[in-house]
């Protein structure tokens, strides 16, 4: 029982740090303030406009 609760403590700090790495790369990457996301914004709107 020991091992498993161990097993489950090391899988959550990995879940944990693999969350902040994500976090991380959305607000690097993919944030409202990068001209990527205003893009893909603009790509989704404009056929939705002309129809």
Known sequence: ?????EMIDILNDKQKVLTEDWTQY?????S???WQFWL???FF???LVVL
Do not use: G, K, V
């Open 45 to 47: 709107i404009t056929p």
């Open 32 to 34: 409202y303030d990068t």
């Open 26 to 30: 959305w607000q690097q990457f993919s």
């Open 1 to 5: 029982m020991a091992e498993q609760n």
């Open 40 to 42: 893909q914004i603009i």
